[in-house]
């Protein structure tokens, strides 16, 4: 069991597992696939071999599998967070890791196990934002009223959804309801279809609760409780009933808006006297109710036939009986559980809200950092999501966690109290989102946005009434280039509605509210930022608030934001997901002897080729790199590509035997390099090698913004005009990442990472506005395995990374640098760097950052290309979080394809009129001369390493180890089969 290793170092002490080792981790048992120190399941070295403690509570069952080993199929049946606790030096004491195995969240799905404390969450995988009956792009939809002369509009708006609450919105306590708003909402989505031809999915609000306090008259009240299952009875089979060939997924159900929020306010107060506390919940007759509302509702007629006929029901009851418990925990999981067999292809969640950590004021706090969101909001709402029970048994896990902002436009007398939000507030928001999100491995429903937005100057605003239904929601999240930057671009009359200074951070009324982020470009629109923030459905309106299209009772904006989603829809909307086209199983070639070829060297490359020197000077395989994500990798560039190039492999002219080797040279000249820049080291990331390289100290902490003096993030800025390439990155100052890999030689410097000064210094570890440097000499005993679920700069002295022997951060000032938005460092192999390269690979395979105004237009001299329709990856975005090309275990491909698209600009591309030298020309050259010779391996080592098809360069200097990219290029050839002379 660990961390009691099964093998011994040199002094006889426990220390490391070998390739075959089982060991055990908080109840699983995981097999090593190779020689490793990291905790079992926690990364490639590892394989699940079985669960191996199966008793599990009515709130957290064990995992079914490991963070590792995901699948890439939107059909996935299985979902693994993976959590350690251990101590830490902040006042909250637990930290969490937060590792996610693909969570495409499925009915089929058996178990999840959260626990949730300490630092907000990492992931090293993105929360995968598939839902069923969702379309593949951020969804956007509007509240109705079901009146059908608005059909018209809401068809022309491009909308994926409309929503509905049923009933009365408060549980209709003591009635038993026909379920009429559901069957008039799923009707006019129909018609909707009929007009535009694209699908329009229903929603359905549904209250089982009094939600404006905590139900406790409804939920402990016996007949009432009943009455309530069997609305969410009727209303769930209702909806279910509606399948058919043209709509797999009929609808979408959301739970109880405001109901959760009440409850955590009230937490230790008038909910923890009606319903008791983890531990120690107040009885329930949850079970007898269930079934007795199964039993009143068996002749309740869906269609022609009654739901007995129907549905099992003796077997649901059973179910009932074996899977809930009598207490509140209980109650939240029968209606999940009612869902999930009622209407099984249904989606559903519950509902958080901007209130929910206690009260709704905290959002307009000037927070530091993320931490600081996760400390004032996030963890306790996590917290409470998990220990009343509503995410944690995934045999019943609802399918998304939907978060109410207010129900009113910002601006409006009945929200500006406490709502009126800014850009400040947006991202904290949104960040609250993610964390929450983040750490329960749920996507997540903006659930009744007010869709208000700031009429400019120039806007015509007709009927739209600004004193009453402004807002900024409408003009964050789809933006308006006629404010963009300058706050006095918005009318007069919005800017003027007055606030309350004590609520605002001394902001008076809206002018000052939205001063209080300056130069904030409300030009830009957000949807990349809410997609980053696990968001895959906007739902905007409500009864009062503005929709997409007015209601009897909303405003009206004059179109305004239906004309904004109607051009986002014909933009192509912002994805979240690719369809995943290429795949292990997809031809790499059109040859099928090379395919079957490359397939076959897979032990051989792990074992021999990818190799990588232990501290203690042996070699071992690389845990990094693996020839089967190589093999994905090559596939995408070599088919795929970026923009207009793709790696070369085929000269359509040659017959298959001659191709065959130019592909493999061309593959061997690569991976040479690759052996010799990163995977002799096994790292990622970049490494600190700042020593004697003209800093002020050696291993300054600052080495994350650019080593040799380089600043990594201005590549891509026009040195003259200061502007930036249009396809770099935005330049991000809030960024706070740490890379995964660092040097593991004995004192070696810790990962690189990124942190706001105003995070650093809140810590205490800025001096003049410096960090400082890394002491190589300070011992410490040394560990096995670390808590990565902290920032580096969080961590614990001698505890910074895994087998840490000696070294320490010195925050004395000493670098001269601060490290604020120095998050582009070198990644993958043959390393990525710098805001730009970022920027390329997330436009034309991620979720591209690139304004769509741009698109099939020259800026700056740059002809931009308009991003792919179905980007290979637009589940990653890799300028939001560059670190995935190494964290990402559901991606291990992208660590190469960093590396792949480095070559496929600046060697395949390699053009210089002084050397005469072509790379397509000198591979062919090189294989129909019969591979005799180092020329053409030569030239390649001096273009990836210093710049020229030279051993030495001018200015850079000679090539490093040219004799080892040699042997390296040698090995791999005959690995694969060829013989080079």
């Known amino acids: 069991m660990y961390p009691n290793w099964p093998q011994k170092d040199w002094a006889g002490n426990p220390s490391y597992a070998t390739g075959g080792d089982q060991m055990q981790y908080q109840g699983v048992a995981y097999k090593a696939n190779w020689w490793t120190q990291s905790i079992p399941g926690s990364d490639g070295s590892w394989t699940f071999v079985k669960n191996c403690d199966v008793t599990a509570s009515s709130s957290v069952a064990p995992s079914s599998v490991s963070a590792v080993s995901s699948s890439k199929s939107s059909s996935s049946s299985s979902l693994s967070v993976i959590v350690v606790s251990s101590s830490s030096k902040s006042s909250s004491s637990s930290v969490v890791v937060v590792s996610s195995s693909a969570p495409s969240v499925s009915s089929s799905s058996s178990s999840v196990s959260l626990v949730i404390s300490g630092y907000y969450p990492t992931r090293a995988n993105p929360v995968s934002l598939k839902v069923k009956g969702w379309p593949s ?29 049923e009933g009365n919105g408060t549980g209709d306590r003591g009635q038993v309801i026909v379920p009429n708003v559901t069957a008039q909402t799923i009707a006019q989505a129909r018609n909707i279809e009929n007009v535009s031809g694209a699908k329009v999915l229903p929603v359905i609000g549904v209250a089982t609760a009094d939600v404006s306090g905590i139900g406790a008259e409804d939920i402990l009240d016996s007949a009432n409780l009943v009455k309530h299952f069997q609305n969410l009875i009727r209303v769930a089979a209702t909806v279910q009933a509606n399948k058919d060939s043209a709509h797999v997924n009929p609808g979408a159900l959301v739970l109880n808006a405001g109901l959760l929020a009440q409850w955590q306010a009230n937490q230790n107060g008038s909910f923890k006297t009606a319903f008791g506390s983890a531990g120690n919940w107040v009885a329930i007759d949850v079970k007898q109710a269930v079934k007795d509302a199964l039993t009143n509702e068996a002749n309740y007629a869906i269609g022609s036939q009654s739901l007995a006929a129907i549905y099992n029901l003796n077997s649901l009851k059973a179910e009932v009986d074996s899977a809930l418990q009598n207490n509140i925990t209980g109650w939240v999981q029968a209606h999940n559980l009612l869902i999930k067999r009622l209407s099984p292809d249904v989606s559903f969640g519950w509902v958080a809200s901007v209130s929910s950590p206690g009260n709704s004021n905290w959002v307009h706090t000037d927070f530091a950092g993320l931490q600081d969101v996760w400390d004032a909001a996030a963890y306790s709402v996590s917290t409470f999501a998990n220990s009343i029970g509503a995410y944690t048994t995934n045999t019943y896990r609802p399918d998304f966690l939907a978060f109410d902002k207010s129900a009113d436009d910002g601006f409006s007398p009945s929200a500006r109290g406490n709502y009126a939000f800014g850009a400040k507030e947006w991202e904290n928001y949104l960040n609250y989102v993610r964390q929450v999100t983040d750490s329960l491995s749920i996507p997540a429903m903006l659930w009744q946005i007010p869709g208000g937005h700031l009429a400019s100057v120039s806007e015509s605003t007709g009927s739209y009434n600004l004193a009453n239904d402004s807002g900024t929601a409408g003009t964050y999240f789809m933006g308006d280039k006629t404010i963009g930057t300058v706050v006095s671009n918005i009318r007069s009359e919005v800017l003027s509605i007055p606030l309350n200074a004590s609520t605002y951070a001394g902001a008076s009324n809206v002018n000052a509210l939205l001063q209080q982020t300056p130069g904030y470009d409300w030009g830009a629109s957000a949807l990349r930022r809410a997609a980053y923030s696990n968001v895959f459905a906007i739902m905007w309106g409500s009864k009062a608030g503005t929709g997409v299209v007015p209601t009897a009772t909303s405003a009206t904006d004059n179109g305004w934001l239906k004309n904004k989603i109607a051009a986002n829809k014909a933009a192509g909307g912002m994805p979240l997901y690719g369809s995943g086209q290429l795949t292990t199983a997809s031809a790499i070639t059109t040859i099928a002897q090379l395919n079957s070829d490359l397939v076959s060297v897979e032990s051989a490359m792990n074992n021999q080729a990818f190799l990588y020197t232990t501290p203690s000077n042996t070699k071992e395989p690389s845990n990094v790199y693996k020839w089967a994500d190589f093999l994905v990798a090559l596939n995408a560039m070599h088919n795929v590509g970026v923009g207009p190039t793709k790696f070369w492999l085929i000269d359509p002219t040659k017959d298959n035997a001659t191709n065959a080797k130019y592909a493999k040279v061309a593959i061997a000249a690569f991976l040479a390099q690759s052996m010799k820049e990163t995977i002799q080291y096994d790292a990622c990331d970049e490494n600190n090698w700042s020593i004697n390289t003209g800093d002020p100290v050696n291993y300054p902490i600052s080495a994350s913004c650019g080593q040799l003096q380089q600043d990594y993030a201005s590549y891509g800025q026009d040195p003259i005009t200061g502007r930036d390439n249009p396809y770099s990155c935005p330049r991000n100052p809030k960024m706070e990442i740490t890379a995964n890999t660092n040097a593991k030689w004995y004192g070696a410097p810790g990962p690189l990472f990124t942190a706001p000064d105003r995070v650093l210094a809140k810590k205490g570890l800025l001096v003049n506005g410096s960090v400082g440097y890394w002491d190589y000499s300070a011992w410490f005993p040394a560990v096995t395995t670390v808590d990565k679920s902290a920032q580096a700069y969080l961590r614990e002295e001698g505890k910074v990374y895994d087998g840490q022997k000696a070294g320490k951060f010195v925050w004395n000032g000493s670098a001269g640098k601060s490290i604020e938005g120095c998050g582009w460092w070198g990644r993958g192999v043959i390393q990525t760097t710098g805001r730009l390269n970022f920027g390329k690979l997330n436009h034309f395979l991620g979720r591209s950052h690139v304004d769509p105004a741009y698109a099939g237009k020259v800026v700056d001299g740059i002809a931009v290309t308009p991003a792919p329709a179905d980007p290979l990856y637009a589940d990653m975005d890799l300028c939001s979080n560059p670190q995935l090309v190494c964290s990402s275990t559901e991606h291990g491909e992208i660590k190469w394809i960093a590396g792949l698209f480095f070559w496929m600009n600046e060697v395949q591309g390699y053009h210089d009129p002084a050397y005469n030298w072509d790379y397509y020309a000198q591979l062919k050259a090189y294989v129909d001369g019969g591979m005799k010779g180092d ?47």
């Open 137 to 165: 792009d951020l969804a956007m939809g509007s509240v109705t009223d079901n009146n059908a002369t608005a059909n018209d509009a809401l068809a022309a708006s491009g909308v994926d959804s409309i929503f509905a609450n």
């Open 935 to 981: 020329a053409f391996i030569n030239a390649v080592s001096g273009i990836v390493n210093r710049g020229c098809p030279d051993s030495t360069c001018p200015i850079s200097g000679a090539v490093d180890g040219l004799a080892d990219r040699k042997a390296h290029f040698i090995k791999v050839l005959q690995i694969m089969g060829l013989n080079p002379q």
